[in-house]
C-alpha cells in the first residue's frame, strides 16, 4: 500500500474511551488526510495536514483530533464525543499538498474502527 | 458547489466484455482527475489520473479513461473485463483553487465481474 502504514487492524473500543490510529508514511510527503468510509459509502474527510504543525478540520472532523509533528506521523484520535465511531478509517498523503494538486494520493491498508 | 457524481452504485459485466465505469463532474476551471480502486478491507490504488492533453488516459491493469470536457465526464474504461476486476471503484477530483489539498471523492461504483 505504497509506503504508508496504518496500525492496528483491528481496534475495539468501549464507549467513553478515546482511541489512537497511528499512520506513518516514508514517502516524504507533504500532505496527510484521514477518511472515514462506512460500509457501502464513499470516502468522508476527517482531517488533513498540507505541512507540519499545521492541519484543517475536513467535512465530519466533529468527535475527532489530530496532531501533526513530524512529517511522516499524522495520528488520529477518536474521542468519547464522537457518537457512532464504527467504521473503516483511512489514511493517504499526498507529494506537496495544495501546490501540485495534481499528484496522486497514496492510500494505507486502513484500521477497521468497532465500538462494543 | 464542486462535485463528482458516480451515477451507477453498481455494475455488472461478463467476463470477456468492455466495461465502463461512468464519473461527472462539477467543478470550476479545468479539474485534475482521477480513478482508484479499493479491493475488499483495503486501502484505495491510484489507477490512472488526467492532467493534461490527451483526452485518453491509460493506466494500471489495463484500465483507460476518457475525458470529456463538453460533458464534464472521466468514465473509466477496459475492453476486456476480468473476474479479478471486481472491486470498488472511485473517481476523484482535485480543484484548482485554494482548497487544492481537499480532493473529492465519488460516492463509488462497485464492479462485478461474472464468469
Known amino acids: 500500500d505504497g509506503g504508508i502504514t496504518q496500525s492496528p487492524k483491528y481496534l475495539f473500543r468501549k464507549e467513553g474511551q478515546n482511541v489512537t490510529l497511528s499512520c506513518e508514511q516514508n514517502l516524504n510527503h507533504d500532505a496527510m488526510y484521514w477518511y472515514r468510509q462506512d460500509p457501502g459509502q464513499g470516502l468522508r474527510l476527517i482531517y488533513y495536514s498540507q505541512i507540519v504543525n499545521d492541519f484543517q478540520k475536513g467535512d465530519i472532523a466533529e468527535g475527532y483530533s489530530v496532531s501533526r509533528e513530524k512529517k511522516e506521523s499524522f495520528p488520529l484520535t477518536v474521542t468519547s464525543a464522537q457518537k457512532n465511531p464504527t467504521a473503516f478509517y483511512l489514511c493517504?498523503?499526498?507529494?506537496?499538498?495544495?501546490?501540485?494538486?495534481?499528484?496522486?494520493?497514496?492510500f494505507g491498508p486502513g484500521t477497521r474502527l468497532t465500538v462494543l | 458547489a464542486q462535485s463528482v457524481a458516480q451515477p451507477e452504485d453498481q455494475v455488472n459485466v461478463a467476463e470477456g466484455n468492455p466495461l465502463t465505469v461512468k464519473c461527472t463532474y462539477s467543478?470550476?476551471?479545468?479539474?485534475?482527475l482521477f480513478w482508484y480502486v479499493q479491493y475488499p478491507n483495503r486501502g484505495l490504488q491510484f489507477l490512472l489520473k488526467y492532467i493534461t492533453g490527451d483526452n485518453l488516459v491509460k493506466g494500471s491493469y489495463g484500465f483507460e479513461a476518457e475525458f470529456n470536457k463538453s460533458q464534464t465526464s472521466f468514465h473509466l474504461k477496459k475492453p476486456s473485463a476480468l473476474v479479478s476486476d471486481s472491486a470498488l471503484y472511485f473517481c476523484a477530483v482535485s480543484p484548482l483553487d485554494s482548497s487544492a489539498s481537499k480532493i473529492i471523492f465519488g460516492s463509488g461504483t462497485r464492479l462485478s465481474i461474472r464468469p
Open positions: 493517504a498523503s499526498k507529494l506537496a499538498g495544495g501546490t501540485q494538486p495534481y499528484n496522486e494520493q497514496f
Open positions: 467543478v470550476s476551471g479545468n479539474p485534475y
